[in-house]
Structure formats: structure tokens, C-alpha cells
């Protein structure tokens, strides 16, 4: 019970401070217990995120299910619901509330997320990306663009964005050019053992049976 108490005391001076900021408040709403791990692994990465755009002060997830707890909150699945997400909000005192989700579909990675207006429960930015690539592009690349479209740093023409995942070329030059100087020993190596194992000159010696006695 204190440890909520001062957490909630935590809060009241949070929004103090920030609104001389300019900056309002904000959380992601919490993944269930028991979720699949790429939910709270898009939690912990677009939090992160968030935090870096340096444009909401940002609740960390790692206090909001406690406070829930103390404020008697029971969450049954999924707060997949826009009036869920606000209902939280209003809890944590907060002035925006994140909704997102990952999932795959047709072998590509879907990243959703929406930006709520606690007071108004008005959906302020909401956004899509389509991203063809490994789970961890959808990750790191994906929470990263999204953060920024959330945040009001980018502003997409549509509300779908598609996402290539681009490899490094790194790799490929260095084995290629591990593989020119492997070719290049190679050909000295032959050359030189050719050049040293060639018979000497002075054993390639003519006869001339014209002087023989």
C-alpha cells in the first residue's frame, strides 16, 4: 500500500513537472499476464523508443501493473479496446495512452499502433506498418519508425507504411574480399612452387657425338 501511495505520489509530481515542460504524459497500455512474448517484447522496444524521441514523459511499465493492482483494476485479456486503454489512462492520471500490436500475417510482420487522448478518448494518430523481414527487423526497425509517427517526428501520407528490410552489405565485401586475397596467396603460392620445382638449366645437356673418340 505505501509503495503505491508514493508511486502515485511520483505521479502527481511527474505531471506537475511536465506540464511546465510542454511534454504530456503518456504510458503503453500493459500486455496481459501470460501473453506471447513478442507483445511484451514490443512493449519493452517501443517504450524505449518513445522515451528516445525525447516528446512524452513516459510512464514505465515496469510501475503500471502495481498501481493497477492497488487501484483494483482487473484486466480479463486482452486491452485491445480503445475505451480499455482510456479507462487505464484515467487510472495512471495520464494525458496519452499507446495501444500497439505485433502480428504476422501472410509472411509479412503487421506493427499497429494507435495514440489516445485520455480526456477526450479521441484517437490523435493512428498507423500501420507492413514489414517484410525477420521478427527482430519488426522489433528494432519497426517500434523505431513507429515511435516517430506517434511521436509527430514523421508524418506518413497514408495511414499504411510498408518496411524493406535492407541487410548490411558489410558482410558480402569482406568475404568477397577475403576470397580476392585467398585467390591471390593461391596463385603466388602455385606460381612459386612451380618456379621452384622446375628442373635446372645446367641438366639439360646436349650431346654432341661428332667429337666422340
Not at 500500500?1 to 504530456?24: C, H, N, Q, W, Y
Amino acid at each position: 500500500m505505501r509503495r503505491s501511495f508514493l508511486l502515485l505520489t511520483a505521479l502527481v509530481i511527474l505531471a506537475s513537472a511536465t506540464a511546465a515542460l510542454g511534454k504530456p504524459t503518456a504510458a503503453i497500455v500493459p500486455t496481459e499476464v501470460g501473453q506471447d512474448s513478442s507483445s511484451q517484447l514490443v512493449t519493452t522496444r517501443l517504450e524505449a523508443a518513445l522515451i528516445a524521441t525525447d516528446s512524452f514523459q513516459m510512464l514505465e511499465s515496469r510501475h503500471i501493473r502495481s498501481i493497477l493492482e492497488e487501484q483494483g483494476f482487473q484486466q480479463s485479456g486482452a486491452c485491445d479496446t480503445s475505451d480499455c486503454a482510456i479507462r487505464i489512462g484515467q487510472l495512471l492520471s495520464m494525458e496519452r495512452m499507446v495501444q500497439a500490436r505485433l502480428q504476422k500475417t501472410d509472411g509479412h510482420w503487421e506493427l499497429s499502433g494507435k495514440l489516445l487522448d485520455v480526456a477526450t478518448g479521441q484517437i490523435l494518430v493512428g498507423h500501420l506498418l507492413e514489414i517484410h523481414g525477420s521478427q527482430e527487423d519488426a522489433l528494432q526497425g519497426g517500434c523505431r519508425e513507429l515511435a516517430a509517427i506517434l511521436s509527430g517526428q514523421k508524418r506518413p501520407a497514408s495511414g499504411r507504411t510498408t518496411l524493406e528490410s535492407r541487410r548490411p552489405l558489410w558482410p558480402w565485401l569482406t568475404a568477397g574480399g577475403v576470397l580476392l586475397a585467398g585467390g591471390g596467396v593461391g596463385i603466388w603460392y602455385f606460381t612459386q612452387h612451380s618456379t621452384s620445382t622446375s628442373p635446372p638449366s645446367s641438366y639439360q645437356v646436349q650431346l654432341d657425338w661428332s667429337t666422340a673418340p
